[in-house]
């Protein structure tokens, strides 16, 4: 059974840094892709950045040259560097794997307010 359990997620000033983590079981985690998700009030759930199993990156556009993904498979954790953090990234973010379903994480609550 795959679990992602998201961590260190908080209130942050507008400016401020955040990292989050995302600790995996029950999955071969090194061929797998990563993926971190958000989703803020009334809004859908979109992807914030995903990494592969080769390390290459995709960010979505509103996050590139903010937020850094990384991965260590020895761990079996996936983190998100969030700098330079915005009111506008204030969500519940999730971590996600997809195996031969899709699985989510319960969601970290990321606010960013002054």
């Known amino acids: 059974q795959v679990q992602l359990v998201e961590s260190g997620g908080g209130l942050v000033q507008p400016g401020g840094s955040l990292r989050l983590s995302c600790v995996a079981s029950g999955i071969i985690f090194n061929i797998y892709t990563m993926g971190w998700y958000r989703q803020a009030p009334g809004k859908q759930r979109e992807l914030v950045a995903s990494?592969?199993?080769?390390?290459?990156?995709n960010y979505a556009d509103s996050v590139k040259g903010r937020f850094t993904i990384s991965r260590d498979n020895a761990e079996k954790t996936v983190y998100l560097q969030m700098n330079t953090l915005k009111p506008e990234d204030t969500a519940v973010y999730y971590c996600n794997v997809n195996t031969n379903r899709i699985n989510w994480g319960q969601g970290t609550q990321v606010t960013v307010s002054s």
């Open positions: 990494i592969t199993a080769g390390g290459y990156t």
